[in-house]
């Protein structure tokens, strides 16, 4: 178990516990996929910031059901308003698990504005389940938001793709040239002499990039 048995002890232990020390706990159970004694931990009136840590590990733990429990548990039981990073994370819950017009449903019936990444998440889970229906009104959604973002641009393209709506795709990616938006592409980094380098893929912009191609010529056989 790793200590975790010895870790829990500790913090019973700890007469003052703080974020560290709930974060830590949380943490190691996570890591083990022990979401049940992450849940229980619930119940011990956690710091507000560590309700999201709890809850997010529901999202992985696959635990949908007893995530939405817990979060009508924060106000319901603990006095505790969820913030806007609570409720996305409920809808990330949602659209992770494939239940895209729930999340839909939920991120509407929101008491303020949805925050950009609600929608993303939404998106998102549109591209894992080929549905490209929804992610055209959801990247609409998106791109209210944050129109200058390439990432809805991406994702409805992809989602496109994979439902083999190739002409749509396409159509997508000419936009975003027409837009001048640039999907950034990988980044690699390697340590000279105590300083790091940083590489893009199809990326021209280091300073001494002139330099390295005209020694790389020397040792590249044609």
């Not at 389940?129 to 055209?136: C, F, Q, T, V, W």
Request: include cysteine; proline fraction near 2%; aromatic fraction near 12%.
């Amino acid at each position: 178990m790793g200590g975790i048995i010895e870790a829990r002890w500790i913090l019973n232990e700890t007469p003052e516990r703080n974020e560290v020390s709930w974060s830590a706990m949380i943490a190691k159970y996570s890591q083990n996929g022990d979401a049940e004694e992450v849940l229980k931990l619930f119940v011990q009136k956690l710091p507000l910031t560590l309700y999201l840590a709890v809850l997010f590990d529901c999202s992985h733990c696959g635990l949908v059901d007893k995530a939405f429990r817990y979060f009508d548990f924060m106000e319901r039981i603990y006095s505790i308003k969820p913030r806007g990073r609570h409720y996305t994370c409920m809808a990330d819950f949602l659209a992770r698990s494939g239940k895209l017009c729930e999340a839909e449903a939920f991120i509407k019936a929101l008491p303020f504005q949805p925050e950009a990444n609600a929608w993303a998440s939404l998106l998102s889970g549109c591209c894992k389940y080929k549905n490209e229906i929804l992610a055209e009104r959801i990247s609409m959604k998106v791109w209210e938001l944050v129109g200058n973002n390439s990432a809805g641009y991406i994702m409805l393209s992809n989602t496109y793709a994979l439902a083999g709506r190739w002409s749509n795709a396409l159509k997508v990616q000419k936009l975003m040239t027409e837009k001048r938006f640039k999907k950034i592409g990988g980044c690699s980094w390697i340590k000279v002499r105590n300083q790091v380098h940083s590489f893009y893929c199809e990326g021209g912009c280091h300073g001494v990039l002139d330099l390295l191609m005209s020694k790389m010529a020397d040792y590249v056989v044609f």
